[in-house]
């Protein structure tokens, strides 16, 4: 998402957490270094303009098929069109979903809620997403179209892809996955309902998937954590402990498998921010973090996030950050 809109202002100046990323440290290290020496042998922090798959050959997990690298079309960011790749999405067959057998679900009677950031239409419903709404604090606008790369590969498909290959192996651990919207309704929801469809559902973790649009040489991950907030509607104080958990065992899963590195721009190398300017978090009653995958509007990074290899470990290394959180190890 970029940093324009509602939920998504520039950052307070104030100081980020230093918090290393401690999710099962002695298992993640090893990649984490790994995905990092990839990274930065095939340009690390710079600028970009190559379409170098860096961090793809990092992780040890086999991805589907559908692995291959998909390239995006060069439609206009305001009217996104489907791709071979977003037809061939885990989770979005007609067909009834098979549970995993007894005894490999160990998130049996957990339930997850995944926002998948935007909506691929809501650029055609500008007076619904420009309403104000309340987000506890203040005012802001209830959702905007987000960011898209270069070519035009729009957020809003970005992030509906990842989270339907995440809602499929959250699925085959046992959990109760449920979505914001599955682009299934012509705009929206608003920032304040996508918090109480979470809320509603008890969620035992909700995350919501996005991808920035800064500058060009601004690279890597960050996730964002919800900062202690008590006004008006809302009350954050007693989610941002469990939050900051699961934010962290994120991160560190995510690095692991992507071989991403943590933002070069926000965070100080932690890839982690605490933030209390987002009506999503702030709203929130639930565990609750947000995640910026990398950033769209730099070719290296565009590189990652339109390829369905990519995609897949990016999925992956979110649900393994859940599956930690929630089993608690």
Same mark, same amino acid.
């Not at 040890?60 to 305001?78: C, E, I, M």
């Not at 679900?105 to 419903?125: A, C, E, S, W, Y």
């Not at 339109?306 to 999925?315: E, K, L, N, V, Y």
């Given at each position: 998402?970029?940093?324009?809109?509602?939920?998504?202002?520039?950052?307070?100046?104030?100081?980020?957490?230093?918090?290393?990323?401690?999710?099962?440290?002695?298992? #993640?290290?090893?990649?984490?270094? #790994?995905?990092?020496?990839?990274?930065?042998?095939?340009?690390?922090?710079?600028?970009?303009?190559?379409?170098?798959? +860096?961090? #793809?050959?990092?992780?040890?997990?086999?991805?589907?098929?559908?692995?291959?690298?998909?390239?995006?079309?060069?439609?206009?960011?305001?009217?996104?069109?489907?791709?071979?790749?977003?037809?061939?999405?885990?989770?979005?067959?007609?067909?009834?979903?098979?549970?995993?057998?007894?005894?490999?679900?160990?998130?049996?009677?957990?339930?997850?809620?995944?926002?998948?950031?935007?909506?691929?239409?809501?650029?055609?419903?500008?007076?619904?997403?420009?309403?104000?709404?309340?987000?506890?604090?203040?005012?802001?606008?209830?959702?905007?179209?987000?960011?898209?790369?270069?070519?035009?590969?729009?957020?809003?498909?970005?992030?509906?892809?990842?989270?339907?290959?995440?809602?499929?192996?959250?699925?085959?651990?046992?959990?109760?996955?449920?979505?914001?919207?599955?682009?299934?309704?012509?705009?929206?929801?608003?920032?304040?309902?996508?918090?109480?469809?979470?809320?509603?559902?008890?969620?035992?973790?909700?995350?919501?998937?996005?991808?920035?649009?800064?500058?060009?040489?601004?690279?890597?991950?960050?996730?964002?954590?919800?900062?202690?907030?008590?006004?008006?509607?809302?009350?954050?104080?007693?989610?941002?402990?469990?939050?900051?958990?699961?934010?962290?065992?994120?991160?560190?899963?995510?690095?692991?498998?992507?071989?991403?590195?943590?933002?070069?721009?926000?965070?100080?190398?932690?890839?982690?921010?605490?933030?209390?300017?987002?009506?999503?978090?702030?709203?929130?009653?639930?565990?609750?973090?947000?995640?910026?995958?990398?950033?769209?509007?730099?070719?290296?990074? +565009?590189?990652?996030?339109?390829?369905?290899?990519?995609?897949?470990?990016?999925?992956?290394?979110?649900?393994?950050?859940?599956?930690?959180?929630?089993?608690?190890?």
């Amino acid at each position: 998402m970029s940093y324009v809109g509602p939920d998504f202002d520039p950052p307070q100046s104030r100081r980020s957490r230093r918090r290393p990323l401690t999710v099962a440290a002695a298992a #993640l290290v090893p990649g984490a270094l #790994l995905g990092w020496l990839v990274y930065e042998a095939v340009g690390g922090t710079g600028d970009g303009g190559g379409s170098d798959q +860096a961090g #793809l050959g990092t992780s040890s997990y086999s991805s589907p098929a559908d692995d291959s690298a998909d390239s995006p079309s060069a439609s206009s960011p305001s009217a996104p069109s489907s791709s071979a790749a977003d037809d061939k999405q885990p989770g979005t067959s007609s067909t009834p979903r098979t549970s995993a057998p007894a005894g490999s679900t160990p998130l049996r009677g957990k339930v997850v809620v995944i926002d998948p950031g935007h909506n691929p239409t809501n650029f055609q419903h500008t007076a619904e997403i420009n309403r104000k709404v309340n987000i506890g604090t203040n005012s802001k606008e209830c959702d905007t179209t987000g960011t898209s790369t270069n070519a035009g590969y729009p957020e809003a498909q970005f992030t509906l892809d990842v989270s339907r290959r995440l809602r499929a192996l959250l699925e085959k651990q046992g959990a109760t996955v449920k979505f914001t919207q599955d682009g299934n309704r012509p705009w929206g929801p608003c920032v304040d309902e996508r918090a109480e469809i979470g809320n509603k559902a008890n969620a035992d973790a909700a995350i919501s998937i996005h991808a920035d649009g800064a500058a060009v040489g601004n690279r890597g991950f960050h996730v964002i954590l919800p900062g202690s907030v008590h006004a008006g509607a809302a009350d954050t104080r007693k989610i941002v402990a469990p939050s900051a958990d699961l934010g962290e065992r994120v991160a560190g899963n995510f690095l692991r498998a992507t071989g991403s590195a943590p933002s070069n721009y926000i965070g100080d190398g932690t890839g982690l921010v605490t933030r209390t300017d987002l009506g999503g978090l702030n709203l929130s009653t639930v565990p609750k973090v947000f995640i910026e995958c990398g950033n769209m509007r730099d070719s290296k990074d +565009a590189a990652l996030l339109t390829s369905g290899a990519w995609r897949q470990r990016a999925a992956q290394g979110i649900s393994e950050g859940i599956v930690s959180f929630l089993r608690g190890s």
